[in-house]
């Protein structure tokens, strides 16, 4: 059975296998379908960082749902605190859940929470695995993800002045070693305005990867 990746907007997405859905960084405002918390209904909800265009509706969401929040540990415990459930992790933590394993992986950016640190996951749900790399800039030790826990795809902001540009981006690409790159975390705003076209162009002449450009709203069927 394929998982289904649905691009919300920003640099939120849901992913959907075998009838469970996780969200990560459930920033909703703006969106152009008008999704709001109240139409989704997800199970896990993944947290990359504490900033607004990150956290977004998570506590309102978990509660609706129910669903577990996996987090930084300073966030998992202001989650509990606003009464959500919630699974404390950190940086090169790992821990198997029900739906399979997942790593926490630096991601260079500021924590939006007091005593916190920004990051990524690996996340292998029900044996789709993929890299959510969160806000952050490029870093050596991504090439070294691939190996620690290998991935299909690798989701990664290419917006610019608050995370990587396409060209840092481009040479991120090439050490996570991913079949798959898909972009995030561009053209919410002016201030991240970027065409992907050159960055797709420049991933598929330099890497392996094939670049997938998803559009706000559109959904894919994964391997």
Known sequence: MSAKFKFIHHACFTVTKNNETLICDPFLDGNPEGVTYKD?????IFISHA???????????AKQCDALIITTAEIAYKAEAEGCKAHPMHLGGTYTFPFGKVRVTPAFHGSGIEGG??????????????????????????????????????????????TMDPNDAALAAKMLKAKYVIPIHYNTWPIIAQDPIPFKEKVEAT???????????DTLDWE
């Open 40 to 44: 989704l209904k997800v199970n896990y």
């Open 207 to 217: 890497t392996s990867s094939k670049c997938i450009l998803v559009n706000p709203g």
């Open 51 to 61: 900033h607004g265009d990150h956290l977004g509706d998570a506590f309102a969401l």
């Open 117 to 162: 640190h920004a990051c990524g996951f690996v996340i292998d749900f029900y044996g789709t695995k993929f890299y959510f790399a969160g806000d952050t800039s490029i870093y050596g030790d991504m090439s070294m993800l691939q190996e620690l826990d290998p991935f299909t795809y690798a989701i990664i902001p290419i917006g610019g002045n608050f």
